[in-house]
């Protein structure tokens, strides 16, 4: 994939979308505030469109949450729409990224850092969307074609 710019990434969830987004060499990942999934698909797919805008990001990748035997879980449909809108609508190049076990590592993070409830839960969903990245970021390294 030729580099454009930073990558960022999504966490979808039905009321918190996780945001982390790269460094411009595409190599470390940092977490940005989430967003509230509050609004519309098509309102929601401008809004991270924005995001990706705004960040300079050639590239949106989304989080799909694949069950443990691989088939497609929880909001696959969902991701995939979404994304598939971003490209077609926005004109931004996306990706999915199979982020089983992302969630659980976030808590276990935060929980290790002796972090409260209700901290955890603010901070979980970038924290997840972070480790998606970085290990998408870790893959890309190894100078495989991701496609």
């Known amino acids: 994939m030729k580099d454009k710019g930073r990558i960022l990434c999504i966490d979808y969830g039905e009321a ?7 460094d411009p060499t595409r190599t470390i990942a940092q977490a940005r ?27 949106v990748v989304f989080g799909l949450p694949r069950k443990l035997d691989g ?7 969902a991701i995939r729409a979404l994304a598939a ?3 077609d609508e926005f004109n931004i190049e996306t990706a999915l990224w199979d982020e089983r076990f992302s969630t659980v590592s976030a808590e276990n ?5 002796d972090m409260s409830r ?3 839960k ?26």
Do not use: P
């Open 122 to 147: 603010e901070k979980i969903d970038s924290l997840s969307a972070l480790i998606i990245l970085q290990n998408y970021l870790d893959f890309l390294s190894m100078g495989v074609d991701e496609r």
């Open 109 to 113: 993070i935060l929980i290790e850092a």
């Open 71 to 77: 088939s497609d879980g929880g909001s696959c449909t």
């Open 118 to 120: 209700k901290k955890r």
């Open 33 to 59: 505030e989430h967003i509230a999934n509050n609004c519309g698909a098509k309102a929601l797919a401008a809004k991270i469109a924005g995001l990706a805008s705004d960040s300079d990001a050639g590239l």
């Open 85 to 87: 809108a971003i490209k």
């Open 16 to 22: 918190r979308i996780g945001v982390a987004i790269s």
